[in-house]
T-cell receptor, first 110, second 116 residues
Framework: DGGITQSPKYLFRKEGQNVTLSCEQN?????MYWYRQDPGQGLRLIYY???????QKGDIAEGYSVSREKKESFPLTVTSAQKNPTAFYLC?????????FGPGTRLTVT | AQSVTQPDIHITVSEGASLELRCNYS??????LFWYVQSPGQGLQLLLK??????LVQGIKGFEAEFKRSQSSFNLRKPSVHWSDAAEYFC??????????????FGTGTLLAVQP
């Protein structure tokens, strides 16, 4: 089955620790995206990548970093500089202007 | 600046009743418009899209939406709601951004509850 995998589904970290969220796709899509979702705020774009070895900041990139070494993978690191990291994180890939989403990772930082 | 407004935060309908979820957008050029649905704790599923052509578009699960340029709207409709339609619905507009044409701007969502 083709699709987007995000792992883990739930992630717990202590404040001050960096944490990396995984996103893998086998859809052969060039473009990939990371969104953050908070209650009542919809989805906000963190980073996106159109091709391998290239990525761009979205609207709320501060405190986050990404890499795109392989077409299939677009991991997101939430650094200790992110002031409010607790949220639901969604990865997406796109083709023909349509975005397809993974199941999400809920990150809780205490 | 591009934006999407979903004026209804929460809607409750009875099973079997018709449904209309409102979406208004602000965009300087011809928009690409989308509706997504999200079940609790899950990712988003694409319901339907409008790129060009016929302004009434059909989607999955019996949903349809109508693009009205004069009203800057893209409302989602379903003639008869099923209990399984209870979810959160997001409208999104596709915008050019830094050379990429696939950035989506999302509304804040409408949470649909279905009464038996």
């Amino acid at each position: 089955d083709g699709g987007i995998t995000q792992s883990p589904k739930y992630l717990f970290r202590k404040e001050g620790q960096n944490v990396t969220l995984s996103c893998e796709q086998n859809l052969n899509h060039d473009a990939m995206y990371w969104y953050r979702q908070d209650p009542g705020q919809g989805l906000r774009l963190i980073y996106y990548s159109q091709i391998v070895n290239d990525f761009q900041k979205g609207d709320i990139a501060e405190g986050y970093s990404v890499s795109r070494e392989k077409k299939e993978s677009f991991p997101l690191t939430v650094t200790s500089a992110q002031k409010n990291p607790t949220a639901f994180y969604l990865c997406a890939s796109s083709i023909d202007r349509k975005q397809y989403f993974g199941p999400g990772t809920r990150l809780t930082v205490t | 600046a591009q934006s999407v407004t979903q004026p209804d935060i929460h809607i409750t309908v009875s099973e079997g009743a018709s449904l209309e979820l409102r979406c208004n957008y602000s965009y300087g050029a011809t928009p690409y418009l989308f509706w997504y649905v999200q079940s609790p704790g899950q990712g988003l599923q694409l319901l339907l899209k409008y790129f060009s052509g016929d302004t009434l578009v059909q989607g999955i699960k019996g949903f349809e939406a109508e693009f009205k340029r004069s009203q800057s709207s893209f409302n989602l409709r379903k003639p008869s709601v099923h209990w399984s339609d209870a979810a959160e619905y997001f409208c999104a507009v596709g915008a050019a951004y830094g050379g990429a044409t696939n950035k989506l701007i999302f509304g804040t969502g409408t949470l649909l509850a279905v009464q038996p």
